[in-house]
């Protein structure tokens, strides 16, 4: 692995840092001060000092869930079960947490991730990521509902949502919407705003990461390389 993608996976530095520090001759590997970052050392058994501090490989990790009805997207919580304890307790010390938020009774994609800095761009609500959700509804689904989404609609309490897409189903019991932000309740509060109510919701994609259909509820498994990739291309990181 390259010395400066080994810093940036570990969370020490940026490509560039570390490019401005190996010139600064404060990179050292097995004893050697090192300048060019683009050279690969071996994680597991190289030494690497970086600004005087011994790196230990502790990459970030990201997992995707399927998140089952009932859990909490959060870390802890005095009632109810969180989503991080589905996962094997061997990570349960990595420090990892959902990027964004699900509620109780949804379901389906959550990342979990202990990258703050790419999750923190992957919620914020300038990169305008994607978010897909499948529902069933109470009610058939009005004529003009893709329409009022698709206008961006105002909610009672003076929230402003922005253009959202809806994919009704033929009986209209039910479809699928993509959001381009993530506000409290949305899909329900905009559901409710044209006289309507969820009765399942579940998401189904999350920017460029698709739910594996090969995970069942409540089962979660690791990022590929190419889904991580995906990911920082969708925010510029
Ligand atoms: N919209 C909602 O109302 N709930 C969710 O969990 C996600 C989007």
Redesign the pocket.
């Known amino acids: 692995m390259r010395i400066d993608k080994f810093l940036s996976e570990n969370g020490i530095a940026s490509r560039k840092e570390a490019g401005r520090a190996a010139r600064a001759g404060q990179i050292i590997v097995n004893g050697k001060v090192e300048k060019d970052t683009a050279k690969h050392i071996s994680p597991e058994t190289d030494e690497i000092y970086y600004m005087g501090q011994l790196i230990t490989h502790t990459p970030f990790l990201y997992i995707m869930l399927n998140k089952p009805e009932g859990y909490v997207s959060a870390t802890e919580d005095g009632h109810f079960p969180v989503v991080v304890e589905l996962l094997d307790t061997a990570l349960q010390s990595r420090h990892l947490f959902p990027c964004g938020?699900?509620?109780k009774d949804?379901t389906g994609l959550m990342l979990l991730t202990n990258d703050g800095q790419l999750s923190h761009l992957l919620l914020s609500p300038r990169r305008h990521v994607e978010k897909r959700?499948r529902f069933t509804c109470a009610e058939p689904l009005r004529a003009d509902a893709e329409q009022i989404f698709s206008e961006g609609l105002t909610l009672k309490d003076g929230d402003v949502l922005l253009p959202s897409t809806l994919y009704p189903t033929p009986d209209r019991m039910g479809g699928e919407i993509c959001?381009k932000e993530?506000k409290y309740?949305?899909?329900?509060?905009m559901l409710g705003a044209i006289g309507n109510r969820?009765v399942t919701?579940e998401?189904i994609s999350f920017g460029p990461l698709s739910a594996d259909p090969a995970l069942g509820r409540g089962q979660w498994r690791y990022l590929t390389d190419e889904e991580v990739s995906a990911l920082r291309q969708a925010v510029d990181a």
């Open positions: 938020r699900l509620d949804t959700y959001l993530g309740h949305q899909i329900k509060r969820i919701l998401r």
